[in-house]
């Protein structure tokens, strides 16, 4: 995660899935909710990561 950093890396997969959705089979979108699921449902980057990833999708 980014060197323990997961702000960061949800970051970086936003930015990679914002680029090429497609990528490494989808591999950005995966890792998202990898990091997703292990943060709190609460935790602000969780609800920021989230609603930034549903707009991208849904745009």
Not at 22 to 37: P, R, V
């Amino acid at each position: 995660m980014a060197a323990g950093n997961p702000g960061e890396a949800v970051d970086q997969l936003l930015d990679l899935f914002r680029r090429d959705r497609e990528w490494n089979d989808g591999a950005a979108k995966a890792q998202l909710m990898i990091i997703f699921e292990a943060l709190k449902p609460q935790d602000p980057i969780v609800l920021s990561g989230r609603r930034r990833l549903s707009s991208m999708i849904f745009a």
